[in-house]
């Protein structure tokens, strides 16, 4: 059975010693202060659960606490995000998986930027062009043009403007990974992608965090831009969903 915690200063200690695959999990904590926060024992947990709406939050390396998921959802649809591939493997042997998007976990492992690289002068994303982010933006849903204003607003975000037109950019999660970057079609091959990709990560660095993205299995342009800005690969993660019963 697990049980619902809210000691996130134990929480936090389990997850800071199994960096960086928890990067995810800490970042939802930290930003999300309402999130259900689920364990195994109050006292010394095993693995941690996070419940954000639709998407799941989970890190274990005892199998037991995969066992535990049993009866923990009713009939429905649920999701899971950045799951490490492995524990991704169990869940997916006891519950039915209904779709899949399998990832690369990169980070800057020293937290080292070479910001000398960047070739043109980004700035902050202005929140103006939250509706031209969203319009564009390759994961679109009912709920993404709130979740990139929150975004814009309350985690560092870089852009390049060219005569007052945003034609390059790349925010934070609220799980504090990189993402949502897009360069406008006419305005590719011109660096902009590496020089927005380096502001953020310095951006991100000054505040006091791990620069850290997911990049699906696949995409090579977004691997290769995260090499040139010194990311390291440091794991298999996967995005999916489950289905639990007959759900109405």
């Given at each position: 059975m697990l049980l619902r915690i809210n000691n996130?200063?134990?929480v936090m200690e389990f997850l800071s010693r199994n960096m960086p695959i928890t990067l995810n999990i800490i970042g939802i904590i930290n930003n999300l202060p309402e999130v259900e926060v689920y364990v195994d024992?109050?006292?010394?947990?095993?693995?941690?659960?996070?419940?954000?709406?639709?998407?799941?939050?989970?890190?274990?390396?005892?199998?037991?606490?995969i066992d535990k998921l049993d009866g923990f959802f009713t009939d429905g649809y649920y999701g899971f995000s950045g799951v490490?591939?492995?524990?991704?493997d169990k869940i997916k042997t006891k519950l039915t998986a209904d779709w899949e998007n399998p990832c690369t976990l990169y980070w800057l492992k020293?937290?080292?930027?070479?910001?000398?690289?960047?070739?043109?002068?980004?700035?902050?994303?202005?929140?103006?062009?939250?509706?031209?982010?969203?319009?564009?933006?390759?994961?679109?849903?009912?709920?993404?043009?709130?979740?990139?204003k929150r975004n814009i607003i309350e985690r560092p975000s870089s852009a390049i403007y060219v005569e007052d037109e945003i034609v390059c950019w790349c925010l934070v999660h609220e799980d504090n990974s990189m993402g949502i970057m897009y360069t406008k079609e006419k305005h590719r091959k011109k660096g902009y992608g590496i020089d927005v990709a380096l502001d953020?990560?310095?951006?991100?660095?000054?505040?006091?965090?791990?620069p850290y993205l997911q990049?699906?299995?696949?995409?090579?342009k977004s691997r290769g831009l995260a090499t040139k800005c010194g990311f390291?690969?440091?794991?298999?993660?996967?995005?999916?969903?489950?289905?639990?019963?007959?759900?109405?």
């Open positions: 996130k200063q134990l024992n109050l006292q010394k947990p095993n693995g941690v659960l996070v419940k954000r709406n639709y998407f799941h939050y989970i890190y274990t390396e005892d199998n037991n606490f490490e591939a492995g524990i991704a020293d937290n080292k930027v070479n910001i000398d690289l960047i070739k043109n002068t980004p700035q902050n994303v202005l929140i103006k062009d939250v509706e031209v982010i969203d319009q564009l933006y390759e994961y679109r849903h009912k709920g993404s043009l709130e979740a990139i953020l990560t310095n951006k991100i660095i000054e505040a006091g965090k791990i990049i699906v299995n696949g995409n090579n390291e690969e440091c794991g298999k993660v996967s995005w999916f969903g489950i289905v639990v019963g007959t759900p109405t």
